[in-house]
């Protein structure tokens, strides 16, 4: 199919290492994006590709989800996060992901320096709103849209307040269409794969809850689609029991298993459908 193509990178946390396999699998097959939408985790993967938009970010990104500043954004001892959480609202300080960010992207980054366009969803606090990012400073951007309730603190942009884009839209693909894509390339991070069932502990009640919120937006916007646009959502090759574990988000070691995993499902995937 001819027309531009996106590469739509969900939210998920410490299980965004998948995209990474995905990248590697669709740049393998020839798949390059005429633009990149990005969510939470999904806006940290997805600005590294639209700043290299080819093979050598797959590297990249290995060596970044194996790292030790990785492992730093999640990595305060319980006791330093409770102290923060009780006289703030959140457990981790935002520096490591930022320095991160910084060190990955350029302290001044701007959305005009990428190679591809790319954008990234966050959540207004002031507006209850969805909020696109498309231009200014990145790494402001892409912390605002990665700034998970309770883990991270809110991000102040242009005196406004955002959180994570997961709230709102965690599967962009909407945004993908409104562009302009025709092929577009879903880069999930596997929880819409895996059946929900009835929450037995209380913080499975909120992880269900979230998860009908985004499923519900996601096979909505889906179900809308133009005939003219055709998306292909890759594999994750399957997930690990403690994936729904509530300290899941620290899990930085599996991280290598989970991208092996995903390329070798979406290269199947793709050989076959593509």
């Known amino acids: 199919m001819d027309g531009p193509v996106a590469f739509v990178l969900g939210g998920g946390g410490v299980l965004g290492a998948v995209q990474v396999g995905m990248l ?20 940290v993967n997805g600005a590294l590709v639209a700043a290299d938009p080819s093979e050598a970010v797959t590297e990249r990104l290995v060596r970044l989800w194996s790292s030790p500043e990785a492992a730093e954004v999640y990595g ?24 991160l960010l910084t060190s990955e992207l350029g302290e001044n980054c701007e959305f005009s320096d990428l190679k591809v366009p790319f954008r990234c969803c966050a959540a207004s606090i002031e507006r209850a709103a969805e909020h696109w990012f498309d231009s200014g400073p ?104 403690r994936d729904d574990s509530p300290w899941a988000y620290r899990d930085m070691a599996a991280a290598g298993r989970r991208i092996s ?14």
Do not use: C
């Open 24 to 43: 590697r699998a669709l740049f393998r097959a020839g798949f390059r994006p005429d633009v990149v939408v990005g969510t939470s985790i999904g806006a």
């Open 138 to 241: 990145l790494v402001d951007a892409v912390l605002a849209s990665s700034a998970v309730p309770g883990l991270l603190p809110p991000m102040e942009v242009g005196g406004e307040h955002f959180v994570d884009g997961g709230i709102v839209n965690s599967i962009p693909i909407g945004e993908a269409v409104r562009v302009g894509a025709k092929q577009i390339f879903i880069l999930q991070v596997g929880r819409i794969e895996r059946p929900l069932v009835v929450p037995k502990r209380p913080w499975e009640v909120a992880q269900v809850a979230f998860e009908i919120a985004r499923r519900h937006r996601f096979a909505r916007d889906v179900a809308s689609l133009p005939e003219d646009v055709r998306v292909h959502v890759l594999p994750t090759g399957g997930g690990e029991s």
């Open 261 to 274: 995993r995903a390329y070798t499902a979406s290269r199947r995937y793709l050989a076959a459908n593509v």
């Open 76 to 99: 305060d001892s319980l006791a330093r996060q409770l102290r923060r959480f009780a006289a703030r609202t959140h457990l981790h300080s935002p520096l490591p992901l930022r320095r």
